[in-house]
T-cell receptor, first 114, second 113 residues
Framework: DQQVKQNSPSLSVQEGRISILNCDYT??????FLWYKKYPAEGPTFLIS?????DKNEDGRFTVFLNKSAKHLSLHIVPSQPGDSAVYFC?????????????FGRGTQLTVWP | EPEVTQTPSHQVTQMGQEVILRCVPI?????FYWYRQILGQKVEFLVSFYNNEISEKSEIFDDQFSVERPDGSNFTLKIRSTKLEDSAMYFC???????????FGDGTRLSIL
């Protein structure tokens, strides 16, 4: 199942700089996208979401951009902080799945160094 | 902040035995889910549950699996006859309403020997 892909398994960024995490999807029926953060021994924690009717959603340091024509979304974290170091998962759900079954990417390990 | 609670955090079981994983979803949420993550693989959907019945299940969720909401607060996943390949992290999630984010518990690590 490769409907949601995160092609970068890891990303290393200096504190204060921007972190950009990328996600691609193949299913054009997806209309709701989410980013989750996961620390070891914890469950995924919801960060931010975007509906397919928008191309940008912002919440504090976190912004998600959606490019529907490219089937691509990205998460920007500005400024990055050491506490942001975690695995970030992209997830999507599709029209017709009203109860929101999520399809996950493999995750990107973000490391923010001082 | 309300959270999804899962017990136990780690379950070790002999192959062929039954296991029940327990979850307490967020109290005003109406939609409930189980996912699993086998080591090194993606988080995979198992089942969704609404209005006291299964609304969707994946191909993984075969006859050995069942879910139940026995009372107003608990949501359980039962695996009837465990196999080695059932070893995984199992996550429960709940959601308040349609097109809302799902909130996850910290998971139960299931180890089948």
């Amino acid at each position: 199942d490769q409907q949601v892909k995160q092609n970068s398994p890891s990303l290393s960024v200096q504190e204060g700089r921007i972190s950009i995490l990328n996600c691609d999807y193949t299913n054009s029926m997806f209309d709701y996208f989410l980013w989750y953060k996961k620390y070891p021994a914890e469950g995924p924690t919801f960060l931010i979401s975007i509906s397919s009717i928008k191309d940008k959603n912002e919440d504090g340091r976190f912004t998600v951009f959606l490019n529907k024509s490219a089937k691509h979304l990205s998460l920007h974290i500005v400024p990055s902080q050491p506490g942001d170091s975690a695995v970030y998962f992209c997830a999507a759900s599709r029209r017709g799945s009203t109860l929101g079954r999520l399809y996950f990417g493999r995750g990107t390990q973000l490391t923010v160094w001082p | 902040e309300p959270e999804v609670t899962q017990t136990p955090s780690h379950q070790v079981t002999q192959m062929g035995q039954e296991v029940i994983l327990r979850c307490v979803p967020i109290s005003n949420h109406l939609y409930f889910y189980w996912y699993r993550q086998i080591l090194g693989q993606k988080v995979e959907f198992l089942v969704s549950f609404y209005n006291n019945e299964i609304s969707e299940k994946s191909e993984i969720f075969d006859d050995q699996f069942s879910v139940e909401r026995p009372d107003g607060s608990n949501f359980t996943l039962k695996i009837r006859s465990t196999k080695l390949e059932d070893s995984a992290m199992y996550f429960c999630a709940s959601m308040m309403g349609v097109a809302q984010p799902q909130h996850f518990g910290d998971g139960t690590r299931l180890s089948i020997l």
